[in-house]
């Protein structure tokens, strides 16, 4: 949590200082050093006092040669002067959700114990998306949820459809109409 905080800090200015296509790449650049970060071996050099900051810093440097960009040297530099290359996960998650949000482009899931096929899935994230004013895409994920749950995260929407809470709804409402 501490560490989305810090990376929050960064991310208005990285969002000012890039245009939409240079944004894109620097998530995916972002998005291929936090894998890294995902390695064992990667972790045990960025953590290690053993290790020089600067060898550290030049070690990410290597990992964003290809884009052959200042603006990106210098943000890899900054996060190395402050101490923060572990933030470049955190990073990267942020900038693809202030991306998507900046696009209106989000993704969710839909879970049910029932499969769910991929026409209706399709089908409620066409009309889910036209409700928002946003472009949606969900994924069907197996559970034991009796019913329909989508959710929609970056969006906070959350939307259930319990068969128990529909069954309860109903016999209520028949005893107030007796």
């Known amino acids: 949590m501490q560490h989305e ?3 929050k800090r960064y991310i208005k ?6 245009d939409g296509a240079s944004l894109e790449n620097l998530a995916t650049l972002l998005g291929v050093v936090a894998k890294a970060y995902e390695d064992e071996k990667f972790n045990l050099i960025m953590n290690s006092n053993e290790v020089s900051d600067s060898a550290k810093c030049q070690l990410v440097l290597d990992m964003v040669a290809s884009a052959n960009s200042s603006a990106v040297n210098n943000l890899i530099k900054l996060l190395a002067e402050n101490g923060r290359l572990s933030l470049i996960p955190t990073l990267s998650s942020l900038l693809i959700r202030e991306i998507a949000r900046t696009k209106r482009t989000f993704t969710g899931r839909i879970y049910s114990n029932n499969v769910v096929d991929q026409a209706s899935v399709e089908t409620i994230a066409r009309d889910l998306g036209t409700k928002m004013g946003a472009t949606i895409s969900l994924s069907y994920v197996a559970s034991d949820f009796d019913g329909v749950r989508v959710e929609v995260d970056d969006l906070n929407v959350e939307i259930n459809f319990s068969k128990s809470r529909l069954n309860a ?3 209520e409402h028949i005893l107030k109409a007796i």
Do not use: R, T
Not at 13 to 18: A, I, K, L, N, T
């Open 5 to 7: 905080l810090i990376a």
């Open 13 to 18: 200015p990285v969002m000012d200082s890039f």
């Open 169 to 171: 709804q109903m016999v």
